[in-house]
């Protein structure tokens, strides 16, 4: 398959305190807007087409609208993947300019869930419901990312996510991450049970009439091309990280790093 998308992790600060997180324990942010460029500019070389800017939470990293309107302007399919909680209509409205999509996390349609499981306050599936109406008003592709732990792994999401229309439905199910978060262990789930979310849930038709995707642990390690906040490769192999020198790219193949990469 070929690879034609790259997460950049652009920092690792997040305002929500998410228990599965496998990102929770790593710190850091990346800076320099020509630095970016560079980096960039490999990918690009590379044959990378779309730049999916992720963190910890982006919106959080105050040259975010920097790397946004660079990576637009060189020609890239600009995405970013956010809890959605520091959205608002104005920086939606901006944003329409150089953002092609918009991922928002939601794990349930129930406040409670979302709030047992550290995403969010309580009021964060009702403040997604407005974003995602947002997102559509100003033109831009919505995706909605969903993470699958024991706490919801039996819920019928198919009207809560019917009525958000997106174009995307990604799910994942819980993966533990040495380091990260093996000390919440209690929402980690088995496969048969993210395997019973998939049968409640493979049935939906997406506003574009696309099917949901579904990725366990084993598909999503050593699935993604990842840079890292410092600007270097990052690695998910045998459920640790690991990093090499951005630079290796220009001697190695993307299939060496990658098994396959969708967003």
């Known amino acids: 398959m070929r690879i034609r998308s790259a997460n950049w992790h652009l920092t690792m600060a997040c305002n929500y305190s998410c228990r599965f997180c496998f990102y929770k324990n790593m710190k850091g942010e990346f800076k320099g807007c020509e630095r970016a460029r560079h980096i960039l500019e490999v990918l690009k070389a590379r044959g990378i087409e779309k730049i999916n800017f992720a963190g910890g939470e982006p919106l959080l990293h105050k040259d975010l609208n920097c790397f946004l309107k660079l990576a ?3 020609g890239f399919v600009v995405s970013i993947v956010t809890n959605g909680s520091l959205l608002n209509e104005n920086n939606l409205r901006e944003m329409s300019e150089y953002v092609d999509w918009v991922g ?3 794990d349930s349609a129930e406040e409670k869930i979302e709030k047992q499981l550290g995403r969010g306050y309580g009021n964060h599936v009702e403040h997604v ?7 559509h008003d100003n033109g831009m592709g919505l ?4 993470t699958v732990t024991r706490l919801n792994y039996s ?3 198919r009207p809560f996510i019917s009525s958000l229309a997106p174009a995307r439905w990604k799910i994942f199910q819980m993966l533990s991450m040495k380091g990260q978060n093996s000390d919440a262990l209690d929402p980690l789930l088995t496969c048969d049970e993210f395997e019973m979310f998939r049968d409640i849930n493979k049935g939906l038709v997406l506003s574009n009439g696309a099917a949901p995707t579904f990725e366990s642990t084993d598909d999503m390690l050593e699935s993604y091309l990842i840079i890292g906040f ?3 490769i990052l690695l998910s192999r045998g459920n640790q990280r690991s990093t090499i020198p951005l630079e290796e790219l220009n001697c190695l193949e993307l299939a060496d790093l ?4 969708e967003y």
């Open 104 to 106: 928002i996390s939601v």
């Open 72 to 74: 637009k302007e060189m």
């Open 230 to 232: 410092d600007g270097n």
């Open 143 to 146: 995706k909605i990312n969903t």
């Open 258 to 261: 990658v098994d396959s990469c």
């Open 129 to 135: 419901r407005r974003m995602c109406r947002l997102v």
């Open 155 to 157: 819920e019928d999401m």
